[in-house]
Each structure stands twice: as structure tokens, then as C-alpha cells.
């Protein structure tokens, strides 16, 4: 069977799985690397070997990249303390403690070897994570940092790992040597990633104003700048993971301004499905692995040896990981004043569900899998086998127990922000849709704005703020989905008040019952340049009012109008 033949059969068993995950009470990746172990098990089944390389080229670029798309960047830049504290610290403390863990329970198993081990195991997982966060009831606030995290921690991880290896293979150790390296492989990357997006977008600009551009040329130009920023990292020495991170953000923020209702549209189908093969086939693959690494240990450990292994350094990760959160979100809050004016004190329930969504994915085992064959001298590599099961254990071990057990910890709907259902009606019920009104809705948001449900909301806020800046100041009484809009009082149409309470719902509170003040007065008020109207009645997206982007005008009057099922209403130039 050649490659391309298994490829389609792995696409045939990603989509059988895909349909049996639907009816099955936890995310769809445990799903995957189940059916994949099963397949596996089957006698006759081809062995399909998952190269390191392969994977961190072809499926890693695209993932982050889309991960970083994704991510709302205001609220990203507003939670970076935690995200880079967890990012860093938490990976650094994982890495020691596992490492001190698994030396001293594992005979025979090298300390430099152990750290690799703990550092390999250290990252979380974006796609297992995203899966958990769109499931559980949580504030925005938390999933930015959960997503955050799992896309900043990997190449902290990665370092480690680097350089535990060196640490195996030479003997030696240099604290200094890691930080400055360090620093220059997450400052270089996150550099060239913005750079490279940069270019990028100002290519797409030039090819919309000579007017030589097409939704295809853009969804193709979008497909490969993933993969520019990660090429471009090797041979500059720098990190490719942050470099494709920090492109993905830009574009995040770039896109949904300048791309037209169509192309937006058509790119997130495009991506959409590229993302459903790419997820799908990296779990399975992680699951294909089982029979061979089981078999590289098995003549040297007993099965409950083993499983006493797994046992104990993935329970020592999530021990580390749900201790960690605690203080590290209180201590900040009780020693700086300026923390404590301007982040939110996070509840108990808010923490116990970020400590526990430590899920572990593809990228913990391709990595370990990069571990080299030999030493310099040509010996085998110690402990390469035990490792490597150890990082598929600690995967499985996660998803499994992490990624059933997410209802358990999911706190109650006050805690995120949730409400009932208008006029006493049932929260789970909309017009058939099972994600209830605000699922439905935020859904809606995401067809027009290029997203998914986790990213809907803060960028048709965004959106909807832009909007609302109109010349003369005059805000406009169109409804809009309160998925999008809960946090400014906004409700669902028809859900609660009828028109009447839309419109007044659609000021701030301190303004109910009367006319609010016009944007133009307030930028003044303030010392703000304010962006007029062009000659076409709307707004540029290259002018701003403070550091909020303004979008034309008419890609959102048909998203508006789309959304609000074709309500009679205008933006007043």
C-alpha cells in the first residue's frame, strides 16, 4: 500500500470515527486515539510510523497557525501576564519536578533523560484544549489563557527538551547558555512570525488595489503563510512554533478587517475542513503508535511495571499543574496593587477548571519521537523506548481521565457569566439547534466573521463596537445575537422585550432612557484624533478612534442584517 493510498484510508478512518464521536459524552480527539489504538490491535494492519519531521512540518504550522487565528488579540495582549507565567513558570516547574519524579521511581533511567521526559510532557495540547474550553461553561477571560497557554508553552517546552538531550549526550548543563538561547529563539520567532504576516498582508493589500485579487488567491495566500513562517524560522536559527503563533495573531486581527463578507466566508469553509482532516489524522496517528512502542518496552518491564510508571508521572503533572494555579493567581493579586486593580479576581471554580484542563496531545509524542537513535559514539540512545512510551502514556492518561472527567469540574453557569433563558424558556432549546440560543448564535457570528465559537464573540464585539461609531455619533438600534453582545446588556431578538428592548439594550446602562453621548464628544473628551466617513459613506478600516480598528461599513450592515434574519435597520451616515 503506498503513502497516498494510506492517506486516504486514514481520512476514511478519521471521518468513520468523526460520526461515532457524535453520540459519545467527551471531545472527539479521545475518540480518535482510541479507534486508532483499536486499528492497531488488529492482526493483518499495516503499520503506519509516525515521522517527527513529517509532522511538525505538515500538520503543526496549520494548527497553531489557526489557534493563533483565533485567538481574540485584545484579550490575549489583557491575560498575557498568566499566559506567559504559565507558559514559563509552569513548564519549568513541570519539567523539574517530573524529572526528579521519574529518576527516582525508574531504575536505570538517566537524570538528564528524566528532565527530557518532564520537559516533553510539559506543553499541553491546543486541539485537545480547544476541545475541552468549547465544552465547559467557563469565562472568556479563562479560555483566552487556556488557549493562550497551550499555544505559548510549547516552544518553552521544546527548549527544555533540547536541552536536556544536549544534557544527555554531553554530560554538561549551562543555566546562562539556556536563557540567553531561549530569549533569542522566543523573541527571534515571535519577531519573523509577525514580520513574515506583515508581508504577507501588505502582498494581499497590494493585489486588492490593482485589482488582481480573488477569494482563491487569498484563501491560498492565507493556506501557506503558516508554512513561510515556520521554513523561514530553521535557517535563522530561531522558533518556528512562536514565529507561526505570532503570524496567526497578526492575521487574527488583520483579516476580519480587511477581507470582504465573501472571501471571509469562503476561507473559513476552506480552513475549516483542512482543520477537521489535520486534527482527525494527527490523533489517530498518535494512536497507530501503540503496538510498536509497547513493543519496544515490554521485554524489559512488566505490563503493571508499566502501567505503575504512567501512573505516577502523569498523576504527578496534573498534581503540579492543579497546585500551581492557585497561588499562582492569588499571590499576584495580594502583592501588587496594579494587578489587583486591573484584573478580575478569579473564583475557586474558574481555577479548579484551568488546573485540570491539562490535556497532553500530538506534539508531546512527536517530540519525543525526535529523540536521536544513537549517541555520538554510536551507542544506543539510553532509555529512548522508555521515554517515548512514558509520553504516550502520560497522552493517553490525560485525555482519558482529564477529558471525561472536564463536567466535573465545570463551574456553575454564574461563575462564567451564564443566564437562563428568556421569559422562563428552556436554555438548550433554539429552533432545534441542541447548543441552545446563544450556541446558535455565536455559530451565526462565526459564519459571518470567520471563526468558530470560541472566537465569535469577542470579534463580533469588535465588530459591532465599529459599527456603532457613525458620523454625528448617532448609534444605530439594530438588534444583535446575545451570545456576541452578553457582556454589554445586548439580548437575542425576540428573546426577552421584543424590538423596544433591543434598542434600549443596545447603550450602555449608565445611558438607558436616554440619548448617549456621541463618539465624536467623547474621543474629544479625551484628547483622540476621530475618523470621518469617506466620500461612500463608510468608515475606513485604516483609520481608528484610540487603538480600535473601524470596519467598512457595508461588510457589516450585510453580517448585521444576515444575523438579525433581515431587520429593518441602517448605520446613519
Known amino acids: 500500500m503506498t503513502a497516498f493510498e494510506q492517506m486516504l484510508v486514514l481520512l476514511l478512518l478519521t471521518t468513520v470515527l468523526s460520526v461515532m464521536a457524535r453520540w459519545l459524552p467527551w471531545p472527539r480527539p479521545i475518540t480518535y486515539v482510541l479507534g486508532g489504538v483499536a486499528v492497531a490491535l488488529v492482526p493483518g494492519v499495516p503499520r503506519v510510523a509516525l515521522d517527527p519531521g513529517i509532522f511538525f512540518l505538515?500538520?503543526?504550522?496549520?494548527?497553531?497557525?489557526?489557534?493563533?487565528?483565533?485567538?481574540?488579540?485584545?484579550?490575549?495582549?489583557?491575560?498575557?501576564?498568566?499566559?506567559?507565567?504559565?507558559?514559563?513558570?509552569?513548564?519549568?516547574?513541570?519539567?523539574?519536578?517530573?524529572?526528579?519524579?521519574?529518576h527516582a521511581l525508574i531504575p536505570g533511567l538517566p537524570l538528564a533523560m528524566a528532565f527530557a521526559l518532564g520537559a516533553v510532557i510539559s506543553p499541553t495540547d491546543a486541539v485537545a484544549v480547544g476541545a475541552i474550553t468549547d465544552k465547559l461553561r467557563i469565562p472568556t477571560r479563562?479560555?483566552?489563557i487556556l488557549n493562550g497557554e497551550s499555544l505559548m508553552n510549547d516552544a518553552t517546552g521544546l527548549v527544555a527538551f533540547k536541552f536536556a538531550l544536549a544534557a544527555?549526550?554531553?554530560?554538561?548543563?549551562?543555566?546562562?547558555?539556556?536563557?540567553?538561547?531561549f530569549a533569542l529563539l522566543a523573541g527571534g520567532g515571535l519577531a519573523l512570525g509577525w514580520l513574515v504576516a506583515f508581508g504577507v498582508g501588505r502582498l494581499r493589500d497590494l493585489l486588492i488595489r490593482t485589482h488582481n485579487a480573488d477569494p482563491l488567491i487569498e484563501i491560498t495566500l492565507s493556506?501557506?503563510?503558516?508554512?513561510?513562517?515556520?521554513?523561514?524560522?530553521?535557517?535563522?536559527?530561531?522558533?518556528?512554533?512562536?514565529?507561526?503563533?505570532?503570524a496567526g495573531l497578526y492575521s487574527g486581527w488583520r483579516d476580519p478587517v480587511k477581507m470582504d463578507a465573501e472571501t471571509r466566508q469562503t476561507t473559513w469553509i476552506v480552513w475549516a475542513t483542512a482543520l477537521f482532516w489535520l486534527n482527525g489524522l494527527a490523533f489517530v496517528l498518535l494512536g497507530l503508535q501503540f503496538p510498536a512502542l509497547l513493543a519496544a518496552v515490554a521485554g524489559r518491564?512488566?505490563?503493571?511495571?508499566?502501567?505503575?510508571?504512567?501512573?505516577?508521572?502523569?498523576?504527578?503533572?496534573?498534581?503540579?499543574?492543579?497546585?500551581?494555579?492557585?497561588?499562582?493567581?492569588?499571590?499576584?493579586?495580594?502583592?501588587?496593587?496594579?494587578?489587583?486593580?486591573?484584573?478580575?479576581?478569579?473564583?475557586?471554580?474558574?481555577?479548579?477548571?484551568?488546573?485540570?484542563?491539562?490535556?497532553?496531545?500530538?506534539?508531546?509524542?512527536?517530540?519525543a519521537l525526535s529523540i536521536p537513535l544513537t549517541l555520538a559514539d554510536g551507542t544506543p540512545f539510553p532509555a529512548r523506548d522508555l521515554v517515548i512510551f512514558l509520553s504516550f502514556g502520560v497522552v493517553v492518561a490525560t485525555l482519558l481521565l482529564q477529558g471525561t472527567t472536564d463536567g466535573v469540574a465545570d463551574p456553575p453557569a454564574r461563575i462564567a457569566g451564564g443566564r437562563p433563558a428568556a421569559d422562563g424558556g428552556a436554555s438548550g432549546a433554539h429552533d432545534g439547534d441542541p447548543r441552545g440560543p446563544e450556541g446558535a448564535a455565536c455559530a451565526r457570528v462565526a459564519?459571518?466573521?470567520?471563526?468558530?465559537?470560541r472566537g465569535a464573540e469577542p470579534r463580533a464585539r469588535r465588530i459591532r463596537r465599529a459599527t456603532l461609531r457613525t458620523r454625528g455619533g448617532r448609534r444605530d438600534a439594530r438588534p444583535f445575537p446575545r451570545a456576541a453582545c452578553r457582556r454589554d446588556g445586548v439580548s437575542l431578538p425576540g428573546a426577552g422585550g421584543g424590538a423596544a428592548g433591543d434598542r434600549r439594550s443596545l447603550a450602555p446602562r449608565r445611558h438607558l432612557g436616554r440619548r448617549?453621548?456621541?463618539?465624536?464628544?467623547?474621543?474629544?473628551?479625551?484628547?483622540?484624533?476621530?475618523?470621518?466617513?469617506?466620500?461612500?459613506?463608510?468608515?475606513?478600516?485604516?483609520?481608528?478612534?484610540?487603538?480600535r480598528p473601524l470596519v467598512p461599513r457595508g461588510a457589516c450592515e450585510r453580517s448585521f442584517d444576515a444575523l438579525a434574519g433581515g431587520a429593518e435597520a441602517r448605520v446613519e451616515a
Open 58 to 102: 505538515c500538520f503543526l504550522p496549520p494548527l497553531l497557525f489557526a489557534d493563533g487565528w483565533l485567538m481574540p488579540l485584545r484579550e490575549f495582549v489583557q491575560a498575557l501576564r498568566p499566559i506567559l507565567l504559565l507558559a514559563t513558570g509552569l513548564v519549568v516547574l513541570t519539567t523539574l519536578v517530573v524529572g526528579w519524579v521519574a
Open 142 to 144: 479563562l479560555t483566552t
Open 168 to 181: 544527555a549526550m554531553a554530560g554538561t548543563f549551562s543555566l546562562r547558555a539556556a536563557t540567553l538561547d
Open 223 to 246: 493556506l501557506l503563510t503558516p508554512y513561510a513562517a515556520y521554513l523561514a524560522a530553521g535557517p535563522l536559527g530561531v522558533s518556528g512554533i512562536l514565529a507561526v503563533v505570532a
Open 301 to 367: 518491564y512488566s505490563a503493571l511495571e508499566l502501567a505503575i510508571f504512567v501512573a505516577v508521572v502523569a498523576g504527578a503533572a496534573m498534581a503540579i499543574r492543579l497546585l500551581w494555579f492557585f497561588p499562582a493567581a492569588y499571590l499576584p493579586l495580594a502583592v501588587s496593587r496594579r494587578i489587583r486593580t486591573t484584573e478580575p479576581r478569579p473564583a475557586w471554580q474558574e481555577l479548579l477548571v484551568g488546573g485540570w484542563a491539562g490535556l497532553r496531545g500530538t506534539v508531546t509524542l512527536a517530540a
Open 447 to 453: 459564519g459571518q466573521f470567520g471563526g468558530d465559537e
Open 516 to 547: 448617549a453621548p456621541s463618539a465624536a464628544a467623547t474621543a474629544r473628551s479625551r484628547g483622540r484624533h476621530v475618523a470621518r466617513p469617506g466620500r461612500s459613506g463608510g468608515v475606513s478600516a485604516a483609520r481608528r478612534i484610540g487603538s
